[in-house]
């Protein structure tokens, strides 16, 4: 029996509705599984297994049975980067001065190298060398306050993290820090490192004093005023001068903020710091992003200022970020194309400030702005950057001129454009000229522009990134600027000195204090002879 022509159409609109309602249930499914593994936090560590370029098989030193306790013995270490898996003979893991001088005095009998670690997070072996010994100074990590003196006295090993907590507790802060609370205290001192604190810019202007011991074993006292010479290079000399113990750094009263934020072009930025920024003795924290999205890509300029405000007797303690996890969907999302940049940076641009202060800080009173405690604001521990995806992320830093920061820009757009390599982020933090450390990444007033790339773990992905860096870095050469040392080694020598001119006096005082050559990373093994 045939059925009529109506009924056969009806039957054929039924079918192709299940059909569009299956394909859509799955595009669904797909779509919420594809969302829970850009949310979910890590559930096992990365193998962290790579290394490029590719290197020999590993030489296992000989010698005496060391009498120093091992956290590892043999095997590989790696960095924050996953990039640079490297054989070592062991990582010691001291707890006191007297065995970190043990680790020395066995080094040098067994013509070994030394290199101090913290967290790992400079990328470019700047905490251990091949077939060398790595001491973890995590376990040296003492807190000890002066209140009346506004000092505090840190191990090395310390974390950030740690150190704001400890002085949260007493209603002080840092002056200065990097961006992210986990790194340690002897890691940050290495590279000089700096965050939103625009003012004084870098940690070195911070430090009264530091305790160092020497490879030989003996321990010395560094300051501006007693053995200034080594004062200056162990500041942002990566490890290669001594192994820091401690250190007495200056505090502050904590300090309730107002965050806000303005808009801007990026040509206007450096014009919006002179006038609004600059001398303004109201801001206390300030920072920079650049726009992601593709509507707007490097040009749209978010600028991030936070106002002293009034408040209660005491600051609010640090309270953890609650919305850690759509934090780590949203930036995952925005490395799959340029609508995940869109979504993040629409999403960052409407609910940034209102996330912030409802998921980590607290409003003050019936004050219906956001009363952000200093402490606060400089305990980020990004949580959200920590994810189960098969891909890495790395950094890398360039210190440009004032008056040359467009330009810089327009340049930097048309190399990522280029290489097509995928920039996450673009942080603009202010440094003053550095007249401390020795070879400062900032010898005169300067915007630093700090970038986030996320790659695959792969030759091709690295082949693209090693293009991305030689050609940001000729470009910061070109506008007079630097680029930041700590990060992954792509540079050439030539690159280096052009950047650092300074740099064969660094190392020549290096073996002034290293005689026996000791302590030792891989950045020094590949531009020692420059």
């Excluded at 599984?33 to 297994?49: E, F, I, S, T």
């Excluded at 002179?274 to 593709?294: E, K």
């Excluded at 005491?314 to 996890?325: L, W």
């Amino acid at each position: 029996m045939t059925l009529p022509t109506n009924a056969q159409a009806r039957r054929s609109r039924l079918r192709r509705s299940w059909l569009a309602s299956a394909v859509g249930a799955g595009f669904l499914a797909l779509a919420a599984r594809k969302l829970y593994q850009l949310g979910a936090p890590p559930d096992n560590p990365k193998p962290c297994d790579f290394v490029y370029p590719e290197s020999d098989a590993p030489t296992k030193p000989q010698g005496a049975e060391p009498h120093f306790r091992f956290a590892q013995q043999g095997g590989t270490i790696n960095d924050a980067s996953c990039l640079n898996r490297t054989p070592i003979l062991g990582v010691a893991t001291p707890a006191a001065v007297d065995e970190i001088r043990d680790v020395l005095a066995y080094a040098r009998t067994q013509g070994l190298k030394v290199s101090a670690a913290g967290t790992r997070h400079s990328m470019g072996g700047q905490s251990f060398s091949r077939d060398g010994l790595v001491i973890d100074m995590r376990g040296l990590n003492g807190i000890a306050l002066d209140v009346p003196n506004k000092l505090v006295t840190v191990g090395a090993g310390a974390t950030w993290n740690a150190v704001l907590r400890y002085l949260d507790a007493h209603q002080l802060a840092v002056q200065a820090m990097q961006s992210i609370s986990i790194f340690t205290v002897g890691g940050t001192l290495s590279v000089n490192a700096h965050g939103v604190a625009h003012l004084p810019g870098s940690i070195a202007p911070t430090v009264r004093s530091m305790r160092i011991m020497l490879s030989d074993g003996t321990v010395v006292t560094a300051s501006p005023a007693e053995n200034h010479d080594l004062f200056r290079h162990v500041l942002g000399g990566c490890g290669l001068f001594g192994i820091k113990m401690e250190a007495q750094l200056k505090v502050v009263d904590n300090e309730l903020y107002r965050a806000n934020v303005d808009y801007v072009d990026y040509r206007e930025f450096p014009d919006y710091y002179a006038r609004r920024v600059q001398g303004n003795a109201d801001i206390g924290l300030m920072y920079g992003r650049l726009s992601m999205s593709p509507l707007s890509w490097l040009r749209e300029t978010a600028v991030h200022t936070f106002l002293r405000i009034a408040g209660p007797d005491r600051c609010p303690p640090i309270m953890p970020d609650s919305h850690t996890r759509l934090e780590r969907t949203i930036f995952n999302l925005s490395k799959t194309g340029s609508l995940g940049r869109w979504v993040r940076w629409n999403a960052e641009r409407r609910f940034d400030t209102t996330l912030q202060c409802r998921s980590r800080n607290q409003t003050i009173g019936s004050d219906p702005a956001c009363g952000v405690s200093r402490n606060q604001e400089m305990d980020d521990q990004m949580e959200y950057l920590e994810n189960r995806l098969d891909d890495t992320d790395i950094l890398q830093e360039y210190f440009v001129p004032r008056d040359r920061f467009g330009e810089f820009v327009d340049g930097l757009r048309t190399i990522v454009t280029q290489e097509r390599a995928n920039l996450l982020n673009a942080t603009i933090r202010s440094v003053e000229r550095d007249t401390i450390s020795a070879p400062p990444y900032a010898p005169q007033e300067a915007f630093a522009l700090v970038l986030y790339f996320n790659q695959a773990v792969s030759v091709q992905a690295c082949q693209t990134m090693q293009r991305t860096t030689s050609a940001l870095i000729d470009l910061a050469i070109r506008v007079g600027g630097r680029f930041y040392l700590p990060y992954q080694l792509y540079y050439s020598a030539a690159q280096l000195g052009a950047a650092y001119p300074e740099l064969s006096a660094f190392f020549y005082t290096k073996r002034k204090y290293d005689p026996s050559g000791v302590l030792s990373n891989t950045f020094y093994e590949k531009y020692r002879a420059t």
